[in-house]
């Protein structure tokens, strides 16, 4: 199955710092969204992005939809320990309908 | 509350032996999604069903089926024939097919011995 080129695999930074991730694809997406997953629990959804060009923040998040509908990313800024986790983009590459294919993740670490 | 629950949240079972995994939702989702987690291989979807009676393969289906007879309701059983079976198992729900907002369940991991 068609998969997504997350990066990077893992981060390790101090607390205050800002983060940035992207997923790429071989194909046009329609539709991106960015998860966050705490370890043992299910992914909740931190932005999705329905457009082209579309830039979204939530509080210290922000995602971007890439011109060419092929990219993502996800910034924090001024992280804290809470951030820690994986974060997962999807997206919705084919007709309407079809399940969302998953990145492999980014597993963020923060330092205090 | 509505949300999804899994259960349970850990299960152990011999080489050999099937066993079906839980998933009910409260949310009046028309649609739900198993996926499989591995470690540094993300999410990969097994099936998804998008409204009741009805439902698809995904990427990894081999060694797996389920069912769909309620829309609440979209247990999972892994099979014998699923050489691999030890993993962390997601379900999730959407409100329909064209929705990406994806709720998830907090997941049941899986041990084969």
């Known amino acids: 199955g068609q998969q997504l080129n997350q990066s990077p695999q893992s981060m390790f930074i101090q607390e205050g710092e800002d983060v940035s991730m992207n997923c790429t694809s071989s194909?046009?997406?329609?539709?991106w969204l960015w998860y966050k997953q705490d370890p043992g629990e299910g992914p909740v959804l931190l932005i999705a992005?329905?457009?082209?060009?579309e830039l979204t923040s939530n509080g210290r998040l922000t995602a971007q939809f890439g011109i060419t509908r092929k990219d993502s990313f996800l910034n924090i800024s001024a992280s804290i320990p809470s951030d820690v986790g994986i974060y997962f983009c999807?997206?919705?590459?084919?007709?309407?309908?079809?399940?969302?294919?998953f990145g492999k993740g980014t597993t963020l670490s923060v330092s205090s | 509350d509505g949300g999804i629950t899994q259960s349970p949240k850990y299960l152990f079972r011999k080489e050999g032996q099937n066993v079906t995994l839980s998933c009910e939702q409260n949310?009046?989702?028309?649609?739900m999604y198993w996926y499989r987690q591995d470690p540094g291989q993300g999410l990969r979807l097994i099936y998804y069903s998008q409204i009741v009676n009805d439902f698809q393969k995904g990427d990894i289906a081999e060694g797996y089926s389920v069912s769909r007879e309620k829309k609440e309701s979209f247990p999972l059983t892994v099979t014998s024939a699923q050489k691999n079976p030890t993993a962390f198992y997601l379900c999730?729900?959407?409100?329909?097919?064209?929705?990406?907002?994806?709720?998830f369940g907090s997941g049941t991991r899986l041990t084969v011995v």
């Open positions: 194909s046009i997406f329609n539709t």
């Open positions: 999730a729900s959407s409100i329909d097919r064209e929705s990406y907002g994806y709720t």
């Open positions: 949310l009046n989702h028309d649609a």
């Open positions: 999807a997206g919705q590459a084919h007709q309407a309908g079809t399940a969302l294919i």
């Open positions: 992005l329905y457009k082209a060009g």
